[in-house]
């Protein structure tokens, strides 16, 4: 089965005014539709075709042969969870178990805010900045490019995306104003929330 471009869980506009819909169409509709062609075509006739995405993030990271697929696989599976890190309406503070978890991983919520919003300020170049759960235990990570920290036995909580064309037709240079935006009036807490029951 090829992979398909999902769906946005939100309509085009509907993060507007912090993510615009000329983004998300270039985002989206580009970038992410590319990944997925390019996938496709890359895993037809091999022996990854019938396997999951996630199975060929993890089957193909570290192998230089294969970084064509490890790149475009990657890259597919964290803009279909990048999406889902958002909504209309978004930001704000956790509650419930999240904050809890929060609270006792990093010592307060502004702290974690502060080491994330610093992991995504500071990977150098394109890449991601993450929340993951690792053995138990809430951390911030960064990764470059188009790595996964599912390739390290971590699960995804949340993730931002600092590749310039996920904020540079709405805030050009200005990653940290996107990123202090994404925290205030975007991030969507409650798939944060659904992940972590998911991965306890």
């Known amino acids: 089965m090829a992979f398909e471009l999902p769906t946005l869980p939100y309509a085009q506009n509907a993060l507007e005014p912090y993510i615009s819909a000329n983004t998300l169409s270039f985002h989206h509709g580009k970038h992410h539709n590319a990944y997925v062609n390019n996938l496709n075509n890359l895993i037809k006739d091999t022996d990854l075709a019938d396997k999951s995405l996630e199975e060929i993030v993890k089957a193909t990271a570290n192998d230089p042969a294969k970084a064509g697929v490890f790149n475009n696989a990657a890259q597919v599976w964290n803009h279909s969870f990048y999406w889902n890190c958002m909504k209309p309406g978004g930001g ?16 307060s919520f502004e702290q974690f805010k502060a080491e994330l ?32 920290p599912v390739t390290k036995g971590q699960t995804p909580l949340l993730t931002i995306d600092v590749w310039e064309h996920a904020y540079y037709l709405d805030y050009q240079n200005l990653r940290p104003k996107y990123i202090e935006t994404f925290f205030n009036s975007l991030v969507n807490w409650d798939f944060v929330a659904e992940n972590l029951a998911a991965a306890l």
């Open 92 to 107: 704000g503070t956790p509650t419930g178990a999240l904050a809890d978890k929060i609270n006792a991983d990093f010592g």
């Open 117 to 148: 919003s610093n992991a995504a300020a500071t990977q150098f170049g394109s890449g991601w900045a993450w929340l993951v759960l690792d053995n138990g235990t809430l951390k911030v990570v960064k990764t470059l490019n188009a790595e996964n």
